[in-house]
């Protein structure tokens, strides 16, 4: 059974740094991409960063360049993601997701998500 | 940015069935995604690629559309399908939702 399990979120200032993980397991973790997606608070859903199986190649979204980094432990099974220079509007629930289908990248499965509250 | 557009609120009765649209901003093939959204849960994956269902996903889902305008099919629909549904396109990056379309029963 898939399983992905999201940790590492809470309460931080403005300004100030936060490392989410996801542990994955029930299933082989360096064969797939992995993702990053957010929730704000009543709000709808927000693809944040996305990286390769092999780690080589990641993506995000304009908003979060330069400010969060994904990356990935295939040895761990586990997918993070560095959030530096948090602002306000980086509060969410972040969910970390898989993109089993070959052609193409959909998110099949998703962990429970974990919030994220950046306030001073 | 391929902006996906969605109405807001559909209101359907228990055993009708019910249309949700998507439509995008640019052609992205048959590269998108529907997802299902209970309160207080994550997303859940029932169409990849417009029409493909996603396994263990009731055959009562169903998607169609190519290009810019998609639709989400329920029929029938039934009491636990309330929830929010979201469309998802990966034809370019950055990977963009839609809105959402908040499935209320009459």
């Known amino acids: 059974e898939v399983q992905l399990v999201e940790s590492g979120g809470g309460l931080v200032q403005p300004g100030r740094s936060l490392k989410l993980s996801c542990a994955a397991s029930?299933?082989?973790?360096?064969?797939?991409?992995m993702h990053w997606i957010r929730q704000a608070p009543t709000k709808g859903l927000e693809w944040v960063a996305s990286i390769s199986p092999s780690g080589g190649s990641t993506y995000y979204r304009d908003s979060v360049k330069g400010r969060f980094t994904i990356s990935r432990d295939n040895a761990k099974s586990t997918l993070y993601l560095q959030m530096d220079s948090l602002r306000s509007e980086d509060t969410a629930t972040y969910y970390c997701a898989t993109d089993f289908v070959i052609t193409t990248v959909a998110f099949d499965y998703w962990g429970q998500g974990v919030m994220v509250t950046v306030s001073s | 940015d391929t902006v996906l557009t969605q109405s807001p609120a559909l209101a359907v009765s228990l055993g009708q069935r019910v249309t949700i649209s998507c439509r995008a901003s640019k052609s992205v093939s048959t590269y998108m995604h529907w997802y299902q959204q209970k309160s207080g849960q994550q997303p859940k994956l029932l169409i990849y690629?417009?029409?493909n269902l996603e396994s263990g996903v009731p055959s009562r889902f169903s998607g169609s559309g190519s290009g810019t305008d998609f639709t989400l099919t329920i029929d029938p629909v039934e009491a636990d399908d309330i929830a929010n549904y979201y469309c998802?396109?990966?034809?370019?990056?950055?990977?963009?939702f839609g809105s959402g379309t908040k499935l209320e029963i009459k």
């Open positions: 029930g299933f082989t973790f360096s064969n797939y991409g």
């Open positions: 998802q396109q990966s034809n370019e990056l950055p990977l963009t």
């Open positions: 690629s417009a029409s």
